[in-house]
């Protein structure tokens, strides 16, 4: 046991930070830092920039794309890109979809959509979630009937409505459950399609959250026509590919080095902010208090997913554990959003939407970092809730890892 | 980075654990605590023979087998799964701390004796008045021509009973509180003067109150005249090597809840089958992991620089504390009246693991601590 980095790994995070310093831009940095809403172009220059380099998919096998790291390197690059506040690779192309192409797919379908994905001209999309079925996500109901078009084409039929899907007002393609067969049980009926989403009968409908921002959407199906060869998988094996999608979505949930840079944000902060004594913040030994537990519990969580990429490494797949990573990880997350709001005190409450940032210098309201501190807390609360609520996570461990 | 062990190291842990498997059941430990002895000579005696772990964590410079910290976490995993009462602690990782760190001449004689199972060593280090800081000492050591005269009382020094030496700090020089003049001695506990109390502690172990009334100790039972950070490294060392032994107490702890829960029958069904109990077995499954991944963390972090060794110690330490409260709790919670009997093994765990928290330092002392070394020490 060792925790060494060897001289090739470190030679590549001098690689990596010299690639970042040379090609991500400041604007976009600055951006992040403040948790600025991100604008399309945003999210997409710098896959662009990833993805010409070949370094936007780091877990992806060689030959579909991926740059052949080792889980060091990929431990690296998380580390690096948080350090300096990269825009995140958006994960429905390259964490979700991506996988289960390269893992179900036909050698036509990963021809297809793989290359796209990477380059970042496929926008995608994540049909999972519906009004009826949250945590319960097996209980979906958008149903797809097969028929034969008029060009003597098989097609699916596609009606229902998905919902809190992220980013869809920018989307090109959704991959969606739907149920082909309503007698089946539950989880049997289920098929995984990719649907264009400029096919006649989508519609995509903003819900405004917390925070005021637009960040998801509902989509509307109404008799859409899917051809058939859009399914990835057997017709009713889709649960299988969900499955392992989730697992994929819950590694590198953790969030470690966006949470270490977090709360290096909380030092910077509360060094210049003052707490009810006149001293900076933190050193007052309540703020302290909670920023030293933060951090302890954030060492705990980072060595918990080391050990986890070590057994990766060894050839574990993600398995359940990871849902201990998901619970820890958006916990913190989201007690530093709470530390950020507390620092921020007054100028916690003033709201900035279509507030023009830079109006007036000479007469400033409160700090920067305080305009974002209270939307990002609300926005952060959708942590415990997606990808498997923390409740759902700790029954996949009661039932996976305890066997109960 | 690495998170395997060799195969030595897994040999290690596959010997001890057999050897406890068969020799040291909860009944078999039962008796064991409550002999006259309270502890087996015998099985030291096997430990150092026919096992050969007393040496697995000194080099082989040292007469060992090469190993280090990471045998000792170990070693200290698979004791705390079995509540094992023999004082490797004390011995071997304090003991031995200080004879590999200290530069003391006589240490290779020491270390031999430690390894072949003649010398038991208990470290006499806490006072009435000091809770959690080492240098807070009434003990004195004055000069006396080529010697030294100790006079003073430590308390609750765990493991006295089994003894046949001390490692006691003792005012050499400066105030109660000082920095400086904290001396450390190696001594033989039979020296007259020696005036111990023994009594059994809460979780099955031994220990006494040591009193040193004019005891005159030769020239070479000094290790060191002004060894804080000398002390300060050697229990680092050896709240990690708790931290280990928290893990198996912990692993336990949590296994025969699982147990429990799944044959335990109330309204028709296992208590198992109870969600809020599945969830709270779940959180206690994440304490447990996040103490192994602190336990690997500060053991790997024990060999780095003091600042980087006491912040890494004193996170564990944090985490391990709360684990032992929360995992500990909920296993009697969860057992029910059956968890408040004697008579199953998983009350005394949790007796162990409530020591535990309070070991070498609460989680108060050390969250203080890790404080003084992140804030205070960057500002």
Known sequence: ?404 | MDFNFTEEQSMVRDTVASFLQDKYDFETRRKIVSSDAGWRADYWKAFAEELGILGASFSEELGGLGGGPIDNMIIMEEFGKALVIEPYLGTVVIGGGFMKHSGYAGAASVIEGIVGGTTTIAFAYAEPQARYTWQDLKTTAKKDGSGWVLNGHKAVVVGAPFASHLIVTARTGGAQRDAGGVGVFLIDKSLPGVVTRDYPTVDGNRASEVYFENVSVPADALISESGLDLVNQVIDEATAAVGAEAVGVLRKLHEGTLDYAKQRKQFGTAIANFQVLQHRMVDMFIEVEQSVSMTYMATIKVEESAAERAKAVSAMKVRIGRACKFVGQNAIQIHGGMGMTDELAIGHYFKRATLIEGLFGSVDHHLKRYESLSFDAAA
């Open chain 1, 1 to 404: 046991m060792n925790l060494d980095f060897s001289p090739e790994d470190l030679a590549f995070r001098d690689e990596v930070r010299a690639f970042i310093a040379e090609n991500y831009p400041a604007g976009l940095r600055e951006k992040q830092e403040e948790g600025e809403e991100m604008a399309k172009e945003d999210f997409l220059s710098w896959h662009r920039t990833l993805a010409k380099k070949g370094w936007v998919a780091p877990a992806w096998p060689e030959k579909y794309g991926g740059p052949g790291w080792t889980s060091v390197q990929r431990y690296i690059w998380s580390e690096e890109t948080a350090r300096a506040d990269c825009v995140p690779i958006l994960p429905f192309g390259i964490n979700m979809v991506g996988p289960v192409i390269y893992t179900f797919g036909t050698p036509e379908q990963k021809e297809r959509f793989l290359p796209p994905t990477l380059s970042g001209d496929i926008w995608w999309s994540q049909g999972y979630s519906e009004p009826g079925a949250g945590s319960d996500l097996a209980s979906l109901k958008t149903k797809a009937e097969r028929f034969t078009g008029d060009d003597g084409k098989e097609y699916y039929l596609v009606n229902g409505q998905k919902t809190w899907t992220t980013l869809a007002q920018h989307g090109d393609w959704i991959f969606c459950l739907v149920r082909t067969d309503p007698n089946a049980k539950i989880q049997e009926g289920i098929s995984f399609l990719l649907i264009d989403m400029k096919s006649p009968g989508v519609t995509v409908r903003p819900i405004i959250t917390l925070g005021g921002e637009h960040e998801v959407n509902e989509v509307w199906l109404e008799n859409v026509k899917v051809p058939v060869e859009n399914r990835i998988y057997e017709e009713n094996k889709g649960w299988t590919c969900a499955k392992f999608l989730l697992a994929h979505e819950r590694s590198g949930i953790a969030g470690v080095a966006r949470s270490k840079r977090g709360i290096e944000r909380i030092r910077q902060i509360a060094s210049v902010e003052l707490s009810d004594d006149g001293d900076a913040l933190i050193k007052d030994p309540m703020f302290k208090r909670k920023v030293a537990e933060l951090e302890i519990d954030l060492t705990a969580l980072e060595y918990t997913e080391l050990r986890t990429l070590a057994g990766e490494a060894a050839g574990k797949g993600p398995g359940p554990e990871s849902s201990v990573l998901k619970i820890k990880g958006t916990e913190i997350q989201q007690r530093i959003t709470e530390l950020v709001l507390e620092a921020a005190g007054h100028y916690g409450a003033p709201y900035f939407r279509g507030f023009p940032k830079d109006g007036d210098n000479a007469h400033p309201i409160g700090p920067d970092f305080a305009h974002r501190a209270a939307p990002t807390y609300f926005n952060v609360r959708k942590t415990s809730i997606y990808g498997g609520s923390n409740e759902i996570q700790r029954n996949i461990i009661a039932k996976m890892v305890l066997g109960l």
